[in-house]
């Protein structure tokens, strides 16, 4: 949030107590901070007053049955035309928590749950958006093999194609198989970790 501010954004970022959130306090005129429960969003702030929302590495921390009351927070609090950016692990790479020390099948720390393309998708329509995209980001390794750069690019095409490939590994019997099939995959762009943008009309 900082970066944003120094880039002339007026920012407000969210911590879930007072404590948190003071030791991030900047003197950036640009950014404030405030205290929300991180799913009911329209209890902490005015309606239809952002036109982006950003999260990275949070939505795996609430409790499954919250995500959907959190997608309609964010929802309610953005914008016409307003972006929600997030980033979460997904769940055939994972797990992405400290279940991986102990060799789990799935987040039995504090990861309450990782998801898919397909699952988190159908929960942003119900929450009323309609315009979802994937970001399509080529594998640094490739860009530095020859040498370009390719800017990150939303697309429900690509939204797609991740949901079909979905389907294929979610036949595999265990999720030792599907972990394996789905890093096989990050060769033919699939990512490790979920990249979304969901537009509110």
């Known amino acids: 949030m900082t970066y ?12 879930i107590t007072r404590e948190r959130g003071r030791k991030y306090v900047s003197a950036h005129p640009n950014l404030s901070w405030g205290i929300s429960d991180g799913v009911y ?53 994972g797990p992405s928590d400290v279940s991986k020390v102990f060799k789990c099948d799935r987040p039995m720390g504090m990861h309450l749950k990782e998801y898919t393309y397909q699952e988190l998708k159908e929960l942003l329509e119900r929450a009323g958006f309609k315009d979802i995209y994937a970001v399509l980001r080529i594998p640094m390794k490739i860009t ?27 036949l595999l019997p265990r999720q030792t198989f599907r972990r394996k099939a789905a890093r096989l995959l990050m060769l033919i762009l699939f990512s490790s970790s979920i990249f979304i943008i969901a537009q509110k009309e």
């Not at 944003?4 to 911590?15: R, V, Y």
């Not at 702030?45 to 939505?59: G, H, N, R, T």
């Not at 009351?69 to 997030?86: D, M, N, P, R, T």
Request: proline share 3%.
């Open 41 to 93: 969003l329209e209890r902490f702030e005015a309606l239809d007053s952002y036109d982006v929302a950003i999260s990275d590495q949070v939505i795996e921390h609430l409790h499954p049955d919250d995500l959907y009351e959190h997608f309609k927070g964010v929802f309610s609090i953005l914008s016409s035309g307003g972006k929600y950016i997030f980033r979460t692990p997904h769940r055939y790479i």
């Open 4 to 15: 944003l501010a120094s880039c002339g954004f007026k920012c407000k970022a969210t911590e």
């Open 144 to 170: 530095q093999l020859f040498g370009i750069y390719v800017k990150p690019k939303a697309s429900r095409t690509y939204l797609d194609y991740l949901c079909a490939v979905e389907k294929l590994i979610s």
